[in-house]
């Protein structure tokens, strides 16, 4: 596997503004080229590759691995990214969900949990790219709405809530629109994997959690404006 290491001495908490404005850039040019919603690997390759180094930001990145946890590393600030897509659904109420850890190598429930909140959170913040899409009673999309975001490691900590096992896996008691803003399952039929539900609402709007930017695409534009479309044409 390649590893990806750009030197470099601008630090991202002294060029955040400037760092937003490129990530968005780079996504409105992925959307103008393709159709196809940006995913957790192209993300963070976006991220890494065409927003962090070009600025001049060290980073570590490691693409196709398949280690748990950090996927970008900023060495000279101790940030470690965990790098999510994640997609947002409903209009009034706005889950959003995360995939996360697959548990299967831990036999118990507090033995997951241990790992979710312990060795296995070796990242400091989620780097999170929600998408909302609005379409049409036909299924037909209109625009495709991204949000960047940056939230801190433990804003989702499993063993702060109520477990109860089911027939699929084990969940949360608690809803992700209650008082905590966020809801876990971990399922069996995925390796055991977690899931994290979360408001998006709430989330926004948490001042622990950095909103980079919010930028909506129309239908019409995915996959049409790009220059090496232009081109092609």
Known sequence: LLTFIAGGRVLLRDSLEEFSSKLKEQVLAFSGAFTFPIKAEMFEEI????????????????????????????PSEELFFSVKSAKVSGVNKQPMSISSFRTTKYCSLDEKLSFIDGDGKNF???????????????????????????????????????WKETKSGWESEEKYDGEIGYAMRIQKKMSDQLWIYC???????????????????PAEQLGNTHEIVRRAA
């Open 124 to 162: 400091s913040h989620y780097f999170v790219l929600a998408r909302k899409e609005k379409e049409t009673k036909e299924k037909v999309l209109i625009e495709r709405k991204y949000t960047a975001l940056i939230v801190p490691a433990d804003q989702f900590l499993a063993k702060n809530m109520t």
């Open 47 to 74: 991220v890494s590759r065409h927003a962090l180094t070009p600025m001049g930001i060290a980073n570590i990145w490691n693409p196709g691995s398949h280690k748990q946890g950090t996927d970008i590393d900023l």
């Open 199 to 217: 408001d998006f609402k709430k989330l926004k709007k948490d001042p622990n959690v950095k909103v980079l930017f919010s930028v909506t695409i």
